[in-house]
């Protein structure tokens, strides 16, 4: 067994968004996600939705209590943006959102848990969706820009960590080409429109908060995800670095370099697909770059060369002409959720930013592993003994280890998830708590991974057998 030993003051945490965790009590607004909800169950699993979600509006402060019992020194949430406005277009504030907020964030720091708090997870409000058409048009750009301003001056005195969005990709993916989130489109040509406008709303966010001068840093959380080519053959390389392109670097350069990838940008003149832009944008976004980077990662992005040239499809443009999908044999899996598990893409992720982006302040903001039906592992003492879930943390945080022993500044690990939280269309059908959530009873316990946690945690460290441990 060897053990690896992690900075005294590293980042032990967890990661939610108020969509997934709070309920939708005393909101004004729907959400994106409210509405797909309101207006089709059906796509959600068991037709369950986020109305109550763990119920953090009404147990924050013994949720927060299980989150120190966990041992976790820092927490991410989130603001929304459908509570906390009211109305959208002059950006005055819900009382009750305030009151609210301003509770969780001292429970938080009462507890010795030192909150990050994330601005947008997926969770637009559908108003503007309706009126403007959402991300697609820059108006709600400003406007987010502007609900942005209003948090930082009511929280910015004790939330020194802020992050604009969280998985931009997925609102692009999700929302305009795949169809896993709302608002369910098939365009690719308003999927590049939105990718821009949501990097400039982030940049627009960013100045918002330097105007402020608050002692605190302020980022972005990216979905990272290493392109790994079927073979080393011409055709497979040339998918994988143009999948890289668009689900790593789009918004990787943009936030923190402050300019788009020029050969992505190249592609999209020649497929006609380019963003509306102009100079003053283009200048907020090379003056706004990021403090720090959240990563989230869950799996590998395997990919092939596409099976008919793109050169040949008599189609609009979509992003994923140029590549497909490859299911490597033999992979490793998570059979619950379908995703393959390759922890060393964590490493190769640390070496990305030490050597391309200039050794940033970054920190593993998601990783976890959804599990279906956990009751299956309950022991007589009514404890969810998810060794496997300790076993995937463990294997990723041995290759996180290696990254920073070569010289990555990774600053933490969060865990996805603290609570079982509510998981968009998949509702509660995966687990990924340290913490069992009862939706019927509300009644919380941890699991073993939150006992486990806790011991990591106290000691910033943890044993390993070295002997498992694949490339």
């Not at 169809?179 to 627009?204: E, I, M, R, T």
């Not at 979905?223 to 011409?234: D, K």
């Amino acid at each position: 067994m060897k053990t690896l030993q992690f900075p005294e003051n590293f980042w032990w945490g967890a990661a939610t968004s108020g969509p997934q965790s709070e309920g939708n009590f005393k909101k004004k607004h729907q959400n994106v996600m409210d509405y797909w909800y309101a207006t089709s169950p059906q796509d959600f699993y068991n037709q369950v939705g986020p109305d109550t979600a763990s119920d953090f509006y009404h147990d924050y402060i013994n949720d927060i209590k299980l989150m120190k019992d966990c041992g976790l020194n820092t927490v991410r949430t989130s603001i929304q943006w459908s509570r906390l406005i009211d109305d959208l277009e002059t950006n005055t504030v819900n009382q009750d959102a305030v009151d609210f907020y301003n509770a969780v964030i001292d429970e938080f720091i009462a507890q010795g848990i030192t909150p990050f708090m994330n601005l947008h997870h997926f969770d637009l409000p559908v108003e503007l969706l309706h009126t403007y058409g959402g991300w697609e048009n820059k108006h709600v750009v400003e406007l987010f820009a502007g609900f942005a301003e209003k948090c930082f001056q009511l929280f910015g005195d004790r939330v020194k960590y802020w992050f604009t969005h969280n998985e931009p990709l997925v609102v692009v993916e999700g929302g305009y080409y795949e169809q896993f989130h709302y608002p369910k489109k098939v365009d690719g040509k308003a999927a590049v429109q939105v990718a821009y406008n949501l990097q400039l709303a982030s940049s627009k966010a960013i100045a918002k908060y330097r105007q402020l001068n608050l002692d605190g840093k302020i980022g972005i959380i990216l979905n990272l995800t290493p392109a790994y080519p079927a073979s080393q053959e011409a055709e497979d390389l040339k998918a994988a670095h143009i999948a890289d392109l668009w689900y790593n670097r789009l918004f990787m350069d943009a936030s923190s370099k402050g300019e788009f990838t020029p050969e992505l940008v190249d592609i999209l003149i020649k497929e006609g697909a380019l963003w509306q832009t102009n100079t003053e944008e283009l200048a907020i976004i090379k003056e706004n770059t990021i403090d720090i980077l959240g990563v989230n990662f869950y799996h590998p992005n395997r990919v092939q060369r596409p099976k008919y040239s793109s050169n040949s499809l008599a189609v609009d443009f979509l992003p994923t002409k140029f590549w497909q999908s490859y299911e490597m044999p033999m992979a490793r899996m998570n059979v619950d959720k379908g995703w393959e598990i390759y922890p060393k893409a964590v490493y190769d992720i640390a070496k990305d930013i030490q050597d391309n982006y200039d050794n940033i302040d970054w920190y593993i903001s998601e990783n976890g592993m959804g599990v279906s039906r956990e009751e299956r592992y309950i022991n007589q003492n009514g404890l969810i003994e998810d060794d496997y879930r300790i076993q995937f943390i463990k294997e990723h945080l041995y290759w996180l280890h290696k990254g920073m022993e070569e010289g990555s500044n990774c600053l933490g690990y969060h865990l996805w998830t603290p609570i079982d939280c509510w998981s968009w269309a998949n509702a509660y059908r995966n687990r990924y708590g340290l913490v069992t959530n009862n939706i019927h009873t509300q009644v919380k316990a941890l699991k073993k991974s939150g006992y486990w946690m806790k011991e990591v945690a106290d000691k910033s460290a943890y044993e390993i057998d070295e002997t498992i441990i694949a490339d």
